[in-house]
Nanobody
Framework: QLQLVESGGGWVHPGGSLRLSCAPSRFTLGNYALGWVRQAPGKEREVVSCISSNGESKDYADSVKGRFTISRDNAENRVYLQMNSLKPEDTAIYYC????????????????????WGQGTQVTVSS
């Protein structure tokens, strides 16, 4: 079964930064669009950012625009989420998700589109 593995979560003060990383198990990311999805207790799942298979198309939720940056390195087979100016409301479990898109150079802000998921990494922003 194809899996994704996230790392880089933790606890940080408001205003701080974290960098999440995601790597696949048993497949290469080159033909997949990727998303970072978060879920906080009592809230709906939210795709905070996504990136197309070639890295040229990106999208962000309004709540994170200007603070979060998604990137990918297909040579290293990894996707990243740089999170700056973190706020307490960013506290959530963050999941990496993938959908095979091949030459379709889109990315998706609908979490229901993704086929493969990681186990999640906790991000806590608190003073």
């Amino acid at each position: 079964q194809l899996q994704l593995v996230e790392s880089g979560g933790g606890w940080v003060h408001p205003g701080g930064s974290l960098r999440l990383s995601c790597a696949p198990s048993r497949f290469t990311l080159g033909n997949y669009a990727l998303g970072w999805v978060r879920q906080a207790p009592g809230k709906e799942r939210e795709v905070v950012s996504c990136i197309s298979s070639n890295g040229e198309s990106k999208d962000y939720a309004d709540s994170v625009k200007g603070r979060f940056t998604i990137s990918r390195d297909n040579a290293e087979n990894r996707v990243y989420l740089q999170m700056n100016s973190l706020k307490p409301e960013d506290t959530a479990i963050y999941y990496c998700a993938a959908i095979r898109t091949g030459l379709n150079l889109k990315c998706y802000r609908d979490s229901g589109r993704y086929d493969y998921w990681g186990q999640g990494t906790q991000v806590t922003v608190s003073s």
